[in-house]
């Protein structure tokens, strides 16, 4: 009787320690509030080739503890500048109503996060990935597709920030 309780406690012990693997908490999603400069590079759908701008973000909390505002401005062109959320769901395992594929925890303290869902994109079906990097002084943001008909993945955008002194 002893040897199946210790097989159960170490088999939901596991579980747990997976579980709270794959998932994000709000704490790991306050390192980006502040205010941070950078560039947004992405690719022009009608080159073909990548285009760079300079970017800059404003982090604030949102309206709950899971979720952030982010405020985007653009020197060069502020008809562009816009707001959006970063979300992360009650049980940390979706992030913007996206499966959080994997999580990777840096020995620096770093966050990676990759989601991963099927949508199109340049009005093509594809696998998108959003790859989200957090940490004290670098905020990455990007997405890549991979269209049905290849098996190769295309950088389709890049926010690179560095935080403001």
């Known amino acids: 009787m002893k040897y199946y309780i210790i097989v159960l406690l170490l088999l939901f012990s596991q579980t747990n320690y997976a579980y709270a693997q794959n998932s994000i908490t709000p704490s790991d999603l306050k390192v980006l509030q502040g205010d941070w400069t950078g560039s947004l590079t992405y690719i022009d759908y009608r080159s073909n080739k990548p ?25 060069n062109e502020p008809k562009a500048n816009n707001k959006e959320k970063i979300k992360i769901s009650k049980e940390g395992d979706y992030l913007n109503k996206k499966p959080i594929k994997s999580i990777d925890r840096s020995t620096e303290g770093q966050i990676q996060i990759t989601t991963e869902y099927t949508g199109k994109d340049n009005n093509q079906e594809a696998l998108i990935r959003n790859v989200y990097i957090l940490g004290e002084n670098q905020f990455i943001i990007k997405k890549e597709v991979k269209f049905d008909n290849s098996d190769k993945w295309l950088k389709r955008n890049e926010f690179k920030y560095k935080r403001k002194l």
Do not use: F, I
């Open 51 to 75: 285009y760079t701008m300079p970017a800059d973000l404003v982090v604030k909390q949102g309206n709950n503890e899971n979720q952030l505002s982010l405020h985007n401005s653009y020197p």
